[in-house]
């Protein structure tokens, strides 16, 4: 395992869910942390106050990664405040709950205004670090939070799942052409715990829909915040020798997708 102690990372959308929990971790490892946010900057500090906690620094930074400018702010603070930045995550997302085949619940500005936080945030902030990481000894890491929607067309919307997709063609390119100082990566998870999608849904079909994935995975359970951050850790601390990879954590639920149980 890579001893992270004293390294600089950025996560994007920590302020809660997959981001919070990935910040914690990395914290708990010795990681220094950029808390990003773009609207909840009290769930924001509160991360960066049980960051703090386990002995380590951190800096909160707002704003949206659909701004170029926030991208380089993000990257600017870390290098003035640390020197360096060793990790990226990308965990910063945005979706609109619409049917797939309701045609008519998604115009141009939806498209747009996903694909500009998923796809094109997750691009502007590896921009934003490469330069940095490119000139340090061990260079960097970067991982990408897609989602298994990128792999079976299945998600909250069709902007959605085709932005995931996106993102995971993204790492492949930026994976071949950005070796060998920076690592990209992606985890692709599935049906995750908690109230992102509790408030997407509404309480009774995200209880179904958490059922369903549970009986219909080999592994029987959906994934939570913890264990995407376990995987996100895994690329970032673990075979460093591993880049352009996709890691699906979704208890093996994408094994049982068939048309007939598709959902």
């Given at each position: 395992?890579?001893?992270?102690?004293?390294?600089?990372?950025?996560?994007?959308?920590?302020?809660?869910?997959?981001?919070?929990?990935?910040?914690?971790?990395?914290?708990?490892?010795?990681?220094?942390?950029?808390?990003?946010?773009?609207?909840?900057a009290d769930g924001a500090n509160a991360v960066a106050q049980q960051c703090t906690e386990l002995g380590v620094e951190c800096v909160v930074v707002?704003?949206?990664?659909?701004?170029?400018?926030?991208?380089?702010?993000?990257?600017?603070?870390?290098?003035?405040?640390w020197g360096r930045i060793d990790i990226l995550v990308n965990n910063a997302g945005t979706t609109k709950f619409v049917d797939h085949a309701n045609?008519?619940?998604?115009?141009?500005?939806?498209?747009?205004?996903?694909?500009?936080?998923?796809?094109?945030?997750?691009?502007?902030?590896?921009?934003?670090?490469?330069?940095?990481?490119?000139?340090?000894?061990?260079?960097?890491?970067?991982?990408?939070?897609?989602?298994?929607?990128?792999?079976?067309?299945?998600?909250?919307?069709?902007?959605?799942?085709?932005?995931?997709?996106?993102?995971?063609?993204?790492?492949?390119?930026l994976a071949r052409s950005l070796g060998p100082k920076l690592r990209i990566n992606a985890v692709c998870p599935g049906f995750i715990e908690g109230?992102?999608?509790?408030?997407?849904?509404?309480?009774?079909?995200?209880?179904?829909?958490?059922?369903?994935?549970?009986?219909?995975?080999?592994?029987?359970?959906?994934?939570?915040?913890?264990?995407?951050?376990?995987?996100?850790?895994?690329?970032?601390?673990?075979?460093?020798?591993?880049?352009?990879?996709?890691?699906?954590?979704?208890?093996?639920?994408?094994?049982?997708?068939?048309?007939?149980?598709?959902?």
């Amino acid at each position: 395992m890579k001893d992270l102690n004293k390294r600089a990372a950025i996560v994007t959308g920590s302020s809660s869910g997959v981001g919070a929990a990935t910040a914690k971790l990395l914290a708990s490892q010795g990681c220094n942390l950029v808390i990003n946010y773009n609207s909840n900057a009290d769930g924001a500090n509160a991360v960066a106050q049980q960051c703090t906690e386990l002995g380590v620094e951190c800096v909160v930074v707002g704003g949206d990664v659909a701004e170029d400018s926030n991208c380089i702010a993000m990257a600017a603070a870390a290098i003035e405040r640390w020197g360096r930045i060793d990790i990226l995550v990308n965990n910063a997302g945005t979706t609109k709950f619409v049917d797939h085949a309701n045609l008519h619940g998604l115009n141009s500005d939806d498209f747009h205004h996903i694909y500009g936080v998923n796809v094109v945030g997750s691009y502007q902030m590896i921009r934003a670090v490469s330069e940095q990481m490119q000139s340090q000894n061990e260079g960097g890491a970067v991982v990408n939070v897609a989602s298994t929607a990128a792999i079976t067309g299945i998600g909250s919307s069709v902007a959605y799942a085709a932005s995931k997709g996106a993102l995971v063609t993204m790492t492949l390119s930026l994976a071949r052409s950005l070796g060998p100082k920076l690592r990209i990566n992606a985890v692709c998870p599935g049906f995750i715990e908690g109230d992102w999608l509790r408030e997407g849904f509404g309480d009774k079909k995200y209880e179904e829909l958490m059922a369903f994935h549970r009986e219909n995975s080999p592994l029987g359970v959906t994934a939570t915040p913890e264990t995407v951050a376990d995987a996100i850790l895994h690329f970032i601390s673990g075979p460093q020798v591993v880049t352009g990879e996709t890691l699906i954590v979704d208890g093996g639920r994408h094994l049982t997708m068939t048309p007939l149980t598709r959902r």
